[in-house]
């Protein structure tokens, strides 16, 4: 079975999720996901609410990644930091390849 984050999955982002505290969020401990693949590009959209959004990167991440909310912050491959906004499940069964997760940051 073709894995094209196998192919393609040559970025590794930072992920850190925001911790609650009796003083408000802050960042919790930072991990790092590899064999992912980003694009630092606009892309609109529709968020869970129907509203259109405008994404700055996409970042498509193996299934068996930990798991990353929205609210998370990534830190690109490029240095950029960004926000979680939105997460889409990619199952490209059809074309017997294993599925993956696209995060869609701001």
Do not use: K
Not at 15 to 22: A, D, F, G, L
Not at 23 to 29: A, F, H, L, S, V
Not at 87 to 93: L, Q, Y
């Amino acid at each position: 079975m073709l894995d094209p984050l196998s192919i393609f999955g040559v970025h590794t982002i930072t992920v850190t999720i925001p911790v609650q505290t009796p003083r408000g969020p802050t960042g919790g401990t930072p991990f790092t996901i590899e064999g992912c693949f980003v694009v630092e590009r606009s892309q609109v959209v529709t968020a869970r609410t129907g509203e259109h959004t405008n994404t700055t990167a996409q970042a498509a991440i193996p299934l068996d990644a930990p798991t990353v909310p929205e609210g998370a912050t990534v830190t690109l491959p490029s240095g950029r930091e960004c926000r979680v906004i939105m997460i889409d499940h990619a199952d490209p069964a059809n074309l017997n390849m294993p599925g993956f997760r696209i995060l869609h940051l701001i």
